[in-house]
Nanobody, 119 residues
Framework: VQLQACGGGLVQPGGSLRLSCAASGTIFSINAMGWYRQAPGKQRELVATLRTGVSPSYADFVKGRFTISRDNAKNTVYLQMNGLRPEDTAVYYC??????????????WGQGTLVTVSS
């Protein structure tokens, strides 16, 4: 199984970006997909997560600005980021909790995509 993330880039404060992350390989089902981020010198932190059958969960610092969604047919999770701020600058990592075999639950991470918010 692989997670391929894309959509990062340079954007001015107040701008928008949309990240996407597609899971490929032998996947029985998806328990959850989400996004974390890690800024220079800081620990990785949860941004948003979407568990199957549950409402999305967001970190307080992105509530009202970011929206997570999922296309189950494509095994893809999206993060729509609006109202970006310089403090949102970080490498964003896709995460997935997948069932890949009988009673086999595994966590996967994407390669990270850099988001830079600067004027």
């Amino acid at each position: 199984v692989q997670l391929q993330a894309c959509g990062g880039g340079l954007v001015q404060p107040g701008g928008s970006l949309r990240l996407s992350c597609a899971a490929s390989g032998t996947i029985f089902s998806i328990n959850a997909m989400g996004w974390y981020r890690q800024a220079p010198g800081k620990q990785r932190e949860l941004v948003a997560t979407l568990r199957t059958g549950v409402s999305p969960s967001y970190a307080d610092f992105v509530k009202g600005r970011f929206t997570i969604s999922r296309d189950n047919a494509k095994n893809t999770v999206y993060l729509q980021m609006n109202g970006l701020r310089p403090e949102d600058t970080a490498v964003y990592y896709c995460h997935a909790e997948l069932i890949v075999g009988l009673n086999l639950r595994v966590d996967y991470w994407g390669q990270g995509t850099l988001v830079t918010v600067s004027s």
